[in-house]
């Protein structure tokens, strides 16, 4: 929590100085992806750590839901208003500005998109239709986050076989039913 505090804090500096919404974002992905050398790393999909937000601070390294759950939360701290978007097999940040909502990819350093541009990396990255996209663009509670990063860690201490590491994430998920 004082790592976000920290953040927020430095963010909330550059924000102030923002000429627009969109700089505001570069600021914040600047500041974690730049500065602060938080960014993804195909190694950390397989390690449950990465989805331990302490852990992630300390290696600077996660996997996209932990990455954005940092960008939101240093974010909301500085008085942006992130939300996470569920999407197939990639979870990102969507921001609903003036001119429409923009997409952040924190696994992918800090990237910025369009409506457009999301839409075409996902394609990409599932080979699903746009038309099937659109759908997950939509802003996910935060029940759904936890439910969606639990699943994550779930499947990880199976392929670890690490059993009772899986049945205390299957306790919470089913505490969350």
């Known amino acids: 929590l004082e790592w976000i505090a920290n953040r927020a804090s430095e963010l909330s500096s550059l924000v102030a100085a923002a000429w627009s919404e969109l700089d505001a974002l570069r600021a914040l992905c600047t500041l974690l992806g730049e500065t602060h050398g938080i960014r993804g790393d195909a190694g950390a999909m397989l390690q449950p750590e990465s989805s331990y937000l302490p852990e992630v601070i300390a290696r600077k390294r996660g996997i996209p839901i932990s990455l954005s759950i940092l960008y939101m939360a240093v974010a909301q701290a500085a008085g942006i208003e992130l939300k996470g978007v569920a999407a197939p097999q990639h979870?990102?940040?969507?921001?609903?500005?003036?001119?429409?909502?923009?997409?952040?990819?924190?696994f992918g350093g800090g990237r910025i998109m369009d409506r457009g541009e999301c839409l075409s990396f996902l394609h990409e990255i599932t080979n699903m239709p746009e038309s099937e996209l659109k759908p997950c663009l939509k802003p996910a509670d935060p029940r759904a986050i936890t439910i969606r990063m639990l699943n994550n860690l779930k499947v990880l201490h199976a392929k670890q076989e690490n059993w009772p590491a899986a049945w205390l994430v299957q306790e919470r998920l089913v505490a969350l039913k």
């Open 91 to 106: 979870f990102l940040t969507r921001f609903d500005g003036i001119e429409g909502p923009v997409f952040i990819d924190a």
